[in-house]
């Protein structure tokens, strides 16, 4: 910001509203001093234009805990190993209907 000639978190104000998009400045202030948790992709691409950066100047990616992808296992009895292997005692008992005695 400081080398567009930004001092202050209003100073945003106007470039976005000339962009269509209109914020207070508790809005701007807390978009430019706090990590924000949701951002609009019309705020980010406005934020680059006026900043004249790229996104990697603004955003930090951070991986998130248990956000790693755990391999995805086989469903049971699709696959090349078709059997109850990992299911053991779970495995549900078949069930079976029987007529209803009407007397």
């Known amino acids: 910001m400081a080398d567009r000639g930004m001092v202050s978190t ?3 104000i106007p470039p976005l509203t000339e962009r269509g998009i209109s ?11 706090e990590p924000p948790e949701r951002l ?3 705020i980010l691409m406005a934020l680059l ?3 004249d950066c790229a996104m990697g100047d603004l955003i930090e990616p951070i991986a998130v805990a248990g956000s ?3 391999p995805k296992k086989a469903a049971a009895g699709g696959g090349p190993s078709s059997g109850s292997e990992g299911l053991g005692r ?3 008992k078949r069930s ?6 009407r007397s």
């Not at 400045?25 to 001093?33: I, K, P």
């Not at 079976?96 to 005695?101: L, P, T, Y």
Request: glycine share 4%.
């Open 68 to 70: 790693v992808k755990k």
């Open 23 to 33: 914020l207070s400045s508790s809005q701007v202030d807390r978009l430019v001093v």
């Open 40 to 42: 609009s992709l019309k």
């Open 49 to 51: 234009d006026i900043l």
């Open 90 to 92: 779970m495995r549900p």
């Open 10 to 12: 209003t100073d945003l």
């Open 96 to 101: 079976s209907i029987r007529g209803v005695d």
